[in-house]
């Protein structure tokens, strides 16, 4: 059994380790990137990849349906997308779309609490109107 001072130590280690496998992990997808998306018709294509149908990205390309599926089936033994059921989904997300994706996302969040706050608020500006008091006979 480890005491405190060794298990502290070990957990100093492993966080330097996986700092370093980051780092490295970086600086191999940069590469990979780098080649694999060279071109405007890739970026296009991996910037569509989950968000449109290989009827679409073909559309937008000019590469066949057959082609996009290959690239799609290259760029998932890189590491650049994940099988998610029958469809792919990017592993890296470029800046563009992360800030898209944040936008997005405070803005719904925007939206519920304005949602929430129109709905109180609608209960809450009403004046109750003439005070109803019981009839004594």
Sequence with gaps: MLNDEELHDLLETAHGVEKLLSVIAKQMLRQVMTEELADEKAVTVYSATGE?????????TGWSPATISRT?????????????GR??????????ERETRET??????????SGE????SLFA???????LTPKVD
């Design 104 to 113: 997005k996302k405070a803005k719904r969040k925007d939206s519920n609490v």
């Design 72 to 84: 799609w089936s290259r760029w998932e033994r890189v590491g650049l997308l994940e099988k998610n």
């Design 125 to 131: 500006d009403k004046s109750p109107g003439p005070e």
């Design 117 to 120: 706050a129109d709905a109180i």
């Design 52 to 60: 449109k149908t290989i009827t679409e990205i073909a559309a937008l």
């Design 87 to 96: 469809s792919y989904r990017k592993t890296v997300e470029s800046r563009a």
